[in-house]
């Protein structure tokens, strides 16, 4: 079984080290961003087509479409209070020159070698996650395997063996919230029970998970 692994000071990503806030202000360029809300720390996802069959499902988060100077503004000026954001933009042609420039600098080829080398399936996609201290995603399985790359801040992540997978109770199938748990977050951490590994994954080294 393949084990997951901290790779500390791997620079895979450093050419994107620069990217603070008032960089990415200045060089992510005009568009809409796609930035999740929630009113409280827990920002689970939910398909929102799938959330038409569920009359009675209430979104927890909402998706809006947001330029980063908003997007700027709001959380640098937030207050506990307010309601929380998270933006998950998607990384393509679409972003400005200057990250796109960054972007193609990434250690692509030792990706892509390590890609083969573990049999992988396709990587469809790079997102840029920024959240707030305290921003929470409860438990929830990927769709394909993934390098995490923390560029600034702090996150630690808990990750359960694959045999616990019955007892973290995913919702069903087809579910808005489908590969989410339906355990909350607060009583997973204070039940003993469960086999998981945490791991802190601080930023301002190219530290990827």
């Not at 933009?89 to 600098?105: E, H, T």
């Not at 692509?108 to 790079?126: F, H, R, Y």
Request: net charge positive.
């Amino acid at each position: 079984m393949q084990q997951p692994v901290l790779l500390k000071n791997s620079d895979l990503i450093g050419t994107a080290l620069k990217w603070d806030l008032n960089y990415l202000k200045d060089n992510l360029g005009q568009g809409s961003f796609s930035v999740y809300s929630s009113r409280t720390h827990k920002f689970m996802y939910c398909d929102d087509k799938r959330a038409k069959d569920w009359p009675s499902f209430v979104p927890p988060t909402q998706r809006h479409d947001m330029k980063f100077e908003e997007f700027f503004t709001r959380i640098t000026n937030f207050k506990p209070t307010d309601t929380r954001l998270y933006l998950q933009q998607m990384l393509n042609d679409s972003v400005g020159k200057n990250i796109v420039k960054d972007f193609l600098g990434f250690k692509w080829s030792w990706l892509t070698n390590m890609q083969k080398k573990m049999n992988w399936g396709t990587l469809t996609s790079n997102l840029l996650l920024i959240g707030l201290p305290g921003n929470i995603t409860p438990v929830h399985y990927d769709a394909q395997q993934n390098f995490f790359c923390q560029v600034t801040g702090h996150k630690r992540v808990i990750l359960f063996h694959p045999d616990q997978f019955e007892c973290l109770y995913p919702f069903p199938l087809y579910h808005p919230c489908d590969r989410q748990s339906q355990v909350g977050q607060d009583n997973l951490e204070e039940n003993n029970h469960y086999k998981c590994f945490t791991c802190a994954c601080p930023g301002g080294g190219g530290n990827s998970l």
